[in-house]
């Protein structure tokens, strides 16, 4: 099995990630696209590591699992602060730093 | 191994798709796990044992959890008046959008000067992709990312509690001690037998 593949894979997990970011508007979802593009890089950082045979590569992903849980950790934790603010849980409506 | 990959990429891509395109955002997180232990499933392929099961137990589990929870707390779901406004040229776009990314990955995958991404990869170690090898590097050549990941967690769980707990900042919601307290006198056994504990009946 060529690395190569693992890549284009990942390319393509990246892409819808991308998409979904900007199609959606409810920014749970937008979460849920991020944790995507994460992910799809954890796989190619994972390819390369497959393909020189060392290490290092995975420490790098298991430390971007960290930074996501600590992302995903703050998102919500604001999407819960919005929520009890009555405001709107739609990022069209959240327009006020828009200046 | 073909059949496992193609197999594992499928439900992978498929489980993207769902996260994008489906209307409930509880389907959406759904989606997500599916695509996430088929991730993991791909990178047991690359032969990357520890970090398989750390996805599975950190994201298909704790990760998720959180996204469930929270989504059944904000609860709604996209109002279809919310979906319909996102016009068409602007979901046309972000799809171009998408596409011109992913051509340009692929160019740069298939013009890449790295000979080695056509091969199986490097020879390996007994040990790769073991918790003994992990261990070993976080401990040894990357401590200082390891800790750094590790003040950032507590930096992250303390900034959300904040966030997100009861008196997170000033709000109409904000209580004040000396409203939960009693006039004198009331709740007593004193009252309950008609006599105020003044003394006057």
Redesign the interface.
Known sequence: ?????????S??????????V?????P??I???L??ML?AG??AL??F?????D??G??F???V??????????G??????L???RLP??V?ELRELHG | ??FF?FLF?IV??AG??G??ALRN?FY??LA?VT??IA?AL??L????Q??AV??IV??AG??MV??VF??A??G???QPE??S??SAK??T???V???A??VE??IA?LGTA?K??????????TD??SPA??GD??LT??LL?FEL?SF??L???V??????GRR??V?P?HEVFTDTVRPQGTGTMAEGVGRRRDGHP
């Open positions: 099995m060529n690395i190569a593949w693992f890549l284009i894979v390319a393509l997990m990246f892409c819808l990630g991308a998409v979904g900007l199609v959606r508007r409810n749970l979802v979460l849920l696209c944790e995507l992910n954890n796989l994972l390819g590591s497959r393909m020189w045979g290490g290092d995975q420490i992903a298991l430390i699992m960290v930074v996501a849980a600590c992302e995903v950790a703050i919500l934790g604001i999407i819960v602060a929520y009890r603010r849980v739609d069209d | 191994m073909w990959f990429s992978a891509l993207a798709v996260v994008v955002p959406s997180v997500l695509h996430l991730l791909l990178f392929l690359l032969e990357a520890f970090v750390a996805q950190v994201y704790a990760v959180l996204y929270v989504v707390y904000v709604g779901g996209d919310l979906l406004r996102v602007q979901r776009l972000a799809v959008f998408g596409l990314i992913f990955l692929a995958l790295l080695a991404v056509d091969t199986h990869g490097a020879k390996l170690a790769y992709g090898q992990i590097l976080l050549r990357f990312p990941a950032l967690l930096v992250a769980a900034g959300a509690v904040g966030l997100a997170g900042g709000g919601d």
